[in-house]
């Protein structure tokens, strides 16, 4: 499974950007998606997952209310749809699956086993 991250960018404080996710090698819908990030110096962290039909999803506390995760399994792609972005979203967001079909249930980032190579994002005030 191959996961190819796009759609970073450079924005303003309080504008809105969507990163893609699209997936290869097996189809998406076998599989729980999360979104992560990384900022410089800091560690790895959650942002946002959800399950394989798309009916539910977890999010950070951080960017509840302002991202949304979605999917499109027959585009075999998942997306996040960052809205109201603020300087500390800046950072680098990295897809990930787990093989997880049928699953309802948020997982552990230790078992995110397949990794994109990451979109940069930043945010200027």
């Known amino acids: 499974v191959q996961l190819q991250a796009s759609g970073g960018g450079s924005v303003q404080a309080g504008d809105s950007l969507r990163v893609s996710c699209a997936v290869t090698?097996?189809?998406?819908?076998?599989?729980?998606m999360g979104w992560f990030r990384q900022a410089p110096g800091k560690e790895r962290e959650f942002v946002a997952a959800?399950?394989?039909?798309?009916?539910?999803?977890w999010y950070a506390d951080s960017v509840k209310g302002r991202f949304t995760i979605s999917r499109d399994n027959d585009k075999n792609t998942v997306f996040l749809q960052m809205n109201s972005l603020k300087s500390e979203d800046a950072a680098v967001y990295y897809c990930?699956?787990?093989?997880?079909?049928?699953?309802?249930?948020?997982?552990?980032?230790?078992?995110?086993?397949?990794w994109g190579q990451g979109t940069l994002v930043t945010v200027s005030s």
């Open positions: 990930a699956a787990t093989y997880d079909p049928l699953g309802g249930r948020p997982r552990p980032i230790s078992e995110y086993n397949y």
């Open positions: 959800i399950n394989w039909n798309g009916i539910r999803t």
């Open positions: 090698g097996d189809t998406v819908r076998n599989y729980n």
